[in-house]
């Protein structure tokens, strides 16, 4: 079983950063994925970032060039780097732990542990 737990959530102003931690107990997948999501209110959630052990990672389209993620070590911590921040990244960021198929896709159905949520809120 695996618990993520995230952190480093808060309020900026739009064009400002943040960087989000996760840090996993527990055994996972040989090869995984491990990715950040997020989901704003009345919206479905969207994945954001994924990266895979062996540093092969993928990007939304949306955060391309703003974002990055990227692990120290094995599993822990898992970073979200959050460059010029804009309000339409208000959301709350999630991460998450699947085994690897081929590709660290961003879709959920790929994940199957998750943590509780860290708040990012970006006044314009």
């Known amino acids: 079983q695996v618990q993520p737990v995230e952190s480093g959530g808060g309020a900026v102003q739009g064009g400002g950063s943040l960087r989000l931690s996760c840090v996993s107990s527990?055994?996972?997948?040989?090869?995984?994925?491990m990715a950040w999501f997020r989901q704003a209110p009345g919206k479905e959630r969207e994945g954001v970032a994924s990266?895979?052990?062996?540093?092969?990672?993928n990007y939304a389209d949306s955060v391309k060039g703003r974002f990055t993620v990227s692990k120290d070590n094995a599993k822990n911590p898992l970073y979200l780097q959050m460059n010029n921040l804009q309000a339409e990244d208000t959301a709350m960021y999630y991460c998450a732990h699947g085994p690897y198929d081929r590709s660290c896709s961003l879709m959920a159905n790929q994940y199957n542990y998750w943590g509780q949520g860290t708040q990012v809120t970006v006044s314009s």
């Open positions: 990266i895979n052990n062996k540093y092969a990672r």
């Open positions: 527990g055994e996972t997948y040989r090869n995984y994925c």
